[in-house]
């Protein structure tokens, strides 16, 4: 599966206008595709995890192969190997981090065309789009820019991650930004609100006619958020809490009596035995300057446990049924990012971990790591899973490192069929 994905890989590379990634797709791109394949797809956690086994068994030759650079290339003296870490940070600091994040972009857009998304939009319309930030890396000691301070004087590095819900509850990192800024002026450092901010004029550039839907937490239910999504006629789920927005919420608790027929109840499970969901709504609430819609969810479940759920949205027209759509399979999607999150930190992949101090380099091991999650969800999800059992039964971790060792046991043939649909079903 990696060997039919990878020449779509190079062709989305060779897509790129800068020269100097022109330049990455003859040989300097082999150095971290190699990066991508043996430290973030097979989990290897550090540049030293895989710089171990980087020559060992048929490894070289395979690698090679899959990132387009076979074992025939005259730049091999003796036979094919594999550049360590140092060599490759070396390229990640010398390359535009703006050029290399178009990569994920350029592979959303060819996904995007074969119609990859559909079954995954809202309403059949809308393109989920979650949004959260994170530590991306915690500094040490030599660290000569990025980064901010926090209370105890540690420093951090932190992105805002942007992806897009995918088919079968996945999620395809698209864009991000760094929110390591400071503004010397005003004596104030980056935050989540601001970051947006940014990054929602770069996606606004890049799919000026996508319909989109955004999902977030509670920080960003405020005004700027909400004009944004105006002003780009962005559809908006966004988590509501009392503390965060106290007029909001009063009114709607105010207005609750006098909606009494905006209301749902579903039973979860067969009979009802699972659980049960209710709703309550309220239209034309008043956030700041802006009117939006407050849905309120409060769930029951068997174990038992009773959970309040609350969302501003600004879809209209909301009966009962479309009410269930946009909490269950919107606002409740957006697990789904710190999930990702969750996995990157603590399942091998390295986020948190420094891969390099260099400013430029990190950036471009944060974006590869990204390309690394797309690949691995088109990999694994949408073939390992699919077609057989005992790739079901594994962990991600398990299949990761089956994945390595067969890269090291055995040579990858020649001749292989081209990629053919990508689905996430045997339906």
């Keep these: 599966m990696l060997r039919a994905v990878f020449p779509q890989l190079n062709a989305w590379l060779n897509a790129l206008p800068d ?3 022109q330049e990455m797709c003859l040989y300097t791109a082999a150095h971290l595709w190699w990066q ?3 430290t973030f797809l097979s989990r290897k956690g550090s540049r030293n995890g895989f710089d171990e086994q980087r020559q060992s ?8 192969l899959l990132c387009g650079q076979t074992a025939d290339d005259p730049r091999f003296e003796s036979g094919p190997t594999v550049t360590c ?5 070396y390229h990640a600091s010398r390359i535009d981090p703006e050029a290399v994040a178009q990569i994920p972009v350029l592979m959303f857009r060819d996904l995007l065309e074969r119609r990859f998304f559909d079954s995954a939009r809202i309403f059949e319309r809308f393109y989920l789009v979650v949004v959260d930030g994170s ?16 209370t105890n004087g540690a420093r951090y590095r932190y992105v805002l991650q942007l992806s897009v819900v995918g088919p079968e509850a996945t999620l395809f990192p ?25 990054l929602s004029r770069r996606l606004k550039k890049q799919f000026p006619k996508l319909s989109i839907c955004v ?17 780009f006629d962005w559809k908006y789920i966004l988590t509501l809490k009392e503390g965060r927005q106290p007029t909001t919420w009063d009114e709607t608790i105010r207005l609750l009596p006098l909606n009494r027929t905006n209301r749902l109840r579903c039973l979860l499970g067969q009979d009802g035995q699972e ?12 956030l700041g300057e802006h009117q939006t819609n407050v849905i309120l969810q409060g769930e029951i479940t068997t174990q038992p446990s009773a959970t309040l759920y609350a969302y501003i949205t600004n879809f209209s027209d909301l009966t009962p049924k479309r009410v269930a759509v946009v909490v269950n399979s919107g606002g409740r999607e957006r697990h789904l990012i710190e999930d990702t999150f969750n996995t990157q930190k603590n399942n091998g992949i390295g986020l948190e971990h420094v891969f390099c101090a260099n400013a430029t380099a990190s950036k471009n091991y944060y974006t590869m790591m990204q390309v690394a999650q797309v690949l691995w969800i088109l990999t694994c999800r949408g073939a390992l899973h699919r077609l057989y059992d005992w790739a079901r039964r594994a962990t991600e971790q398990g299949l990761a490192q089956a994945l390595w060792e067969g890269l090291r046991s055995c040579r990858l043939p020649l001749n292989l069929p081209p990629l053919g649909q990508i689905r996430f079903s045997s339906a």
């Design 19 to 21: 020269p100097r990634l």
């Design 36 to 38: 991508i394949i043996g």
């Design 57 to 64: 068994g048929e490894g070289a030759w395979n690698l090679g």
């Design 85 to 89: 870490s140092d060599n490759a940070a």
């Design 135 to 150: 530590v991306k890396e915690k500094c040490r000691q030599g660290f000569t820019d990025g980064g901010k301070s926090c």
């Design 174 to 198: 698209l864009m991000h930004e760094e929110m390591d800024m400071h503004n010397p002026e005003t004596d104030k450092e980056d935050c989540e609100v601001k970051s947006f901010v940014r």
């Design 215 to 231: 999902v977030a937490d509670s920080l960003y239910c405020c005004q700027p958020i909400v004009a944004i999504c105006r002003l």
């Design 275 to 286: 659980g049960q969901q209710d709703f309550r709504w309220v239209e034309n609430v008043m």
